[in-house]
């Protein structure tokens, strides 16, 4: 706004077309050819920005001769949120500023600051900032350090999650996750930061199912604080994985069933039942060691899997019942002969009872236990079962591929594969026929045969 003085004398006082946001700029201190003055002037015409009107000020006060400009304080307006500025600093570098929000409290506006080499990059990178900001996308620079947040995640968001989970996360963000992490600005961590630590894990001897399930919890670490705030996107979102090569399925073949039930009976091994009981239900260890009499009905043959025992986290801190995997609770309907296998270990067991006297101790009425009413131990399972299995010629052979072989079984037997999934508690039929949908030779020779009997069957028509 400018104002000239046009008249040099007056007496009394007259105002005309004056706006009042105007008069009071007016009335306020002024400049006079750089020299600031705050007594009423005499005439002054004063001009608005858009030249609109035109006001003319006559006040009583002290002469002022001559033509002289007169500038009224300059107002400082505020940059509407997302505008920004870029200026050269003294250090040759470039700094971009741009206005965020408002404080709420004092009403100010918040200016944040980036910096470049060159005015170029300032500018885009400006560019994209103010773009966030006007669409609602903008997400503010954020200060700590991954290893900060990743204590953060490790502790609040693993909630629900098993103890041997739990662990197993631990291990990995200690062993290789937070080494290469730990340093950076979690905002700093880019798309290219994660393949490469990808690609180091693949030059290392970790299998490329390791590799994803380490990738996989960086993901979901990454993910929450994207959820939060923190981050604006995932930059483990997009990354090349190493191909993993799906492994092999080793069930046991018939003869080697055979071989195996009869060993255990030869020997009279403390847990035959529970290994044969597996063997025919297809169940996982933890379900088996977890199983209840109260979870069994002799009267309708039928199973409820509602529970697993599990070990708790860190060493030697015990065991815990637990839903199953997935929370899947299920019901499944042996064999009669596994069901009659079940009536005599129960018969076994109150004899066991009887004889340990005050020492019997079974509080959750478990199906498998030792000679004292204990739970049985996981490690100790796997080790007797492994014993067995290599004295047959067969040492590869796991524990978990008596359940392989019940599925193997069942469909070889014509069970249909929604009601494997059923029975072995697996979330979808696609992940069952994914896993056990291979075509064995006896299958392939099956279908060729009834094939042969179709062509035979059409041809004498």
């Not at 947040?149 to 937070?178: A, F, M, Q």
């Not at 296998?341 to 340990?356: F, P, T």
């Not at 101790?361 to 067995?388: R, S």
């Amino acid at each position: 706004m400018t104002a000239t003085i046009s008249a040099i004398t007056a007496t009394g006082y007259r105002l005309i077309m004056c706006d009042s946001q105007v008069y009071r700029h007016i009335r306020k201190s002024y400049l006079i050819s750089g020299r600031q003055i705050n007594r009423p002037l005499d005439t002054v015409t004063c001009y608005s920005p858009n030249m609109e009107y035109v006001i003319l000020f006559i006040a009583t006060g002290s002469m002022c001769h001559g033509k002289e400009n007169i500038v009224a304080p300059t107002k400082k307006t505020r940059s509407a949120a997302g505008n920004g500025n870029i200026r050269k600093r003294k250090d040759g570098t470039w700094e971009g500023r741009y206005t965020v929000d408002t404080d709420p409290q004092t009403g100010k506006q918040l200016r944040r600051s980036i910096y470049g080499k060159t005015q170029k990059e300032v500018r885009e990178r400006l560019r994209q900032i103010t773009s966030d900001v006007d669409t609602g996308e903008y997400v503010a620079p954020c200060a700590m350090k991954f290893s900060e947040w990743l204590d953060i995640w490790l502790e609040e968001y693993l909630t629900g999650r098993s103890p041997l989970t739990v662990s197993t996360y631990e291990g990995y963000c200690k062993n290789h996750i937070n080494p290469v992490f730990e340093n950076l600005r979690l905002d700093s961590i880019t798309p290219i930061h994660v393949q490469k630590f990808i690609n180091n894990l693949a030059n290392s001897d970790l299998s490329p199912k390791t590799i994803k399930n380490i990738h996989g919890i960086l993901h979901r670490c990454l993910q929450q604080a994207v959820l939060i705030g923190y981050l604006r996107t995932n930059p483990a979102d997009i990354c090349n994985l190493p191909k993993i090569v799906k492994s092999k399925i080793t069930p046991l073949s018939d003869e080697e069933i055979t071989l195996f039930i009869q060993q255990l009976k030869k020997i009279h091994h403390p847990y035959a039942t529970l290994y044969i009981f597996t063997l025919f239900t297809g169940m996982r260890q933890g379900e088996v060691l977890g199983l209840s009499w109260d979870d069994v009905n002799f009267r309708r043959n039928i199973i409820y899997v509602r529970r697993q025992l599990r070990r708790l986290r860190g060493k030697g801190e015990g065991y815990e019942f637990a839903s199953p995997k997935d929370n899947d609770s299920r019901i499944i309907r042996p064999a009669d002969a596994v069901m009659t296998m079940l009536k005599h270990h129960y018969i076994k067991q109150q004899e066991q009872k009887l004889a340990a006297g005050c020492l019997w101790e079974n509080p959750d009425n478990l199906v498998f236990t030792n000679e004292f009413g204990k739970h049985l131990v996981h490690v100790t399972v796997y080790k007797k079962f492994k014993q067995v299995v290599s004295e047959l010629g067969i040492p590869n052979c796991r524990f978990h591929d008596l359940r392989h072989t019940y599925a193997v079984v069942s469909l070889e037997n014509g069970d249909d594969i929604k009601t494997v999934q059923e029975n072995l508690g697996h979330a979808t039929a696609a992940f069952t026929l994914d896993v056990y949908g291979h075509v064995n030779e006896r299958m392939r020779k099956e279908s060729a045969d009834r094939m042969d009997k179709f062509i035979h069957q059409v041809s004498t028509l």
